[in-house]
C-alpha cells in the first residue's frame, strides 16, 4: 500500500504516463498497462532525456527509491549518461535492464555500478518474465545495505564501484581499490 510507481519512455525524448508517482494499486496498474502497450518503437535511443525526467521528481525520504531503466537500443553518449545519474542518483538505488543483443552492455552494467544496483540481461528468445523473476530474487534478500568502509589509516586514492552496492544473499560483492603507498 504504500508502494508508488511511475512511467517514462524515452526514445528522441521522454514522456511520462504521470506527472508524479501514483499509488501501486489495481487501478493505476491497468492505467499503466494501457499506457505501455500503446507506446510504439520509434526515433532514436536518447537515454539522457529519460535520466534527466527520472530524477526531476522530487525524493520521498520516507520510502526506497529504485529507479529501473530498460532499454533495447544501442545508446550513446554513455559518458554524459552516467555523469548525471552519478550527479543526481542521490539515496536511489538505479537498475538496468538490456534487452536482445543490440543493447550497449558496458553502459547498462556501469549504469547499475554508478546506482549501486545491478545490471540484468535479456537475451534473443529469453522469456522476459523469468528475466524480472531473476531480477527481483537478485534484489529481494539485502544482507547490508548503505555499504560504507573506513579504511582506517590506509590511504586510498581510487575505489570501483564509486557507490558500493547492497549485498544481497548468495551474491558476490566485488570492489577494487587503488591504495597509495
Given at each position: 500500500p504504500r508502494?508508488?510507481?511511475?512511467?517514462?519512455?524515452?526514445?528522441?525524448?521522454?514522456?511520462?504516463?504521470?506527472?508524479?508517482?501514483?499509488?501501486?494499486?489495481?487501478?493505476?496498474?491497468?492505467?499503466?498497462?494501457?499506457?505501455?502497450?500503446?507506446?510504439?518503437?520509434?526515433?532514436?535511443?536518447?537515454?539522457?532525456?529519460?535520466?534527466?525526467?527520472?530524477?526531476?521528481?522530487?525524493?520521498?525520504?520516507?520510502?526506497?527509491?529504485?529507479?529501473?531503466?530498460?532499454?533495447?537500443?544501442?545508446?550513446?553518449?554513455?559518458?554524459?549518461?552516467?555523469?548525471t545519474l552519478e550527479d543526481s542518483a542521490g539515496s536511489a538505488r538505479v537498475f538496468a535492464f538490456g534487452l536482445g543483443s543490440s543493447t550497449n552492455r558496458w553502459l547498462i552494467e556501469e549504469i547499475a555500478l554508478a546506482g549501486g544496483g545491478r545490471a540484468t540481461f535479456v537475451s534473443n528468445g529469453e522469456s522476459p518474465t523469468e528475466a524480472v523473476d531473476r531480477f527481483m530474487e537478485g534484489i529481494d534478500k539485502p544482507v547490508l545495505t548503505d555499504i560504507h568502509i573506513d579504511w582506517g589509516e590506509w590511504i586510498v586514492e581510487s575505489v570501483h564501484p564509486h557507490r558500493i552496492p547492497d549485498l544481497m544473499a548468495g551474491q558476490p560483492l566485488e570492489l577494487n581499490a587503488r591504495l597509495v603507498d
Open positions: 508502494d508508488r510507481f511511475s512511467l517514462i519512455q524515452f526514445a528522441n525524448d521522454a514522456s511520462e504516463f504521470s506527472s508524479m508517482p501514483v499509488v501501486a494499486n489495481e487501478k493505476n496498474i491497468i492505467r499503466a498497462r494501457a499506457w505501455v502497450d500503446q507506446l510504439h518503437a520509434g526515433g532514436g535511443t536518447q537515454m539522457i532525456s529519460g535520466v534527466y525526467s527520472a530524477f526531476q521528481r522530487p525524493d520521498d525520504p520516507s520510502l526506497e527509491r529504485y529507479i529501473i531503466f530498460l532499454t533495447d537500443g544501442l545508446i550513446g553518449d554513455e559518458r554524459h549518461v552516467l555523469a
